[in-house]
């Protein structure tokens, strides 16, 4: 009888915020894989429950081996439970291997959704929500950081990062010299702990305020992308004459166009004029 693989999350700071199916998932798997195992005892003791299932480490040194292991074992009817020290696995933490190794063999995986570091500081931050991308931890080394940061720089969505308290300004700092020290931005620490905050401002205010003040705690960066460049005049007239061509009438195009582009429909007409040249 084949079991199944259960991610769950769990509190990044609150213990309040663990559901009741990470509590009922904690109390009956067979197997809870976890990142530290005196953390998964801890939280299971602040919970008031007891694990009654074998406990086995689950982290970045061993993933790779222990994830055949754990899908072995749900193939063999077990309920497994894989949790990291804090928030969703295989989310910059230990889980994908697991995930990977279970689709290949066609063990069922399930998950117990809660808490996300990434997610709510997204939320907190004030930027654009409807399109975002999560980039995790950077490169430790600058010229490496530097490099990714680059390749980042013509991104348009919100960009939300994890980062070390201890290389926050640094980073910080590199930010501002690969996107303009005026890119709006927003620094999240402790989540959902005592001492929670969220500042916002430009990259050079936070860089600034991070080299002063050095912060403590779990923290997340999360930063406007780049502002979307309108087109220019000749790509509007492009599309004009492409839709015109395609058996539109030209007043109706550019209507659309410079509705769509928020540019005056009479210089967009005037140049499509231009453009057709004398008929």
């Known amino acids: 009888m084949t079991g199944r693989i259960v991610l769950a999350a769990t509190p990044i700071g609150n213990v309040g915020d663990a559901s009741d199916r990470l509590r009922h998932a904690l109390a009956t798997a067979d197997v809870v894989a976890a990142e530290d195992t005196r953390r998964v005892r801890d939280l299971a003791h602040r919970l008031g429950l007891r694990i009654t299932g074998e406990i086995v480490t689950h982290h970045d040194h061993n993933e790779g081996e222990r994830a055949a292991q754990l899908v072995e074992r749900a193939r063999e009817g077990a309920t497994v439970l894989v949790v990291s020290d804090a928030g969703m696995p295989a989310v910059s933490d230990p889980g994908f291997r697991v995930v990977e190794a279970a689709a290949a063999a066609g063990v069922d995986v399930t998950v117990l959704p809660g808490p996300s570091a990434a997610l709510a500081a997204l939320a907190l931050s004030g930027l654009p929500t409807d ?83 050095e912060p403590r705690g779990e923290i997340v960066v999360t930063v406007a992308g780049r502002p979307a460049q309108a087109p220019g005049m000749a790509a509007l007239v492009g599309e004009v004459l492409d839709r015109v061509e395609a ?30 040249g004398p008929r």
């Open 247 to 276: 058996g539109e009438r030209a007043k109706a195009a550019v209507a659309d166009v410079a509705a769509t582009a928020g540019v005056p429909s009479r210089e967009l007409y005037a140049a499509v004029l231009a453009a057709r």
């Open 131 to 213: 399109r975002f991308a999560f980039e995790g931890f950077l490169p430790r080394r600058s010229g490496e950081r530097a490099a990714r940061l680059a390749g980042l720089a013509t991104e348009e969505r919100t960009l939300v990062f994890f980062e070390a308290p201890h290389r926050l300004a640094a980073t910080l700092v590199a930010m501002a010299e690969a996107w303009g020290g005026d890119r709006a931005a927003a620094v999240s620490r402790e989540l959902t702990k005592t001492y929670e905050e969220t500042r916002r401002g430009t990259l050079a205010q936070l860089a600034e305020w991070a080299e002063q003040s």
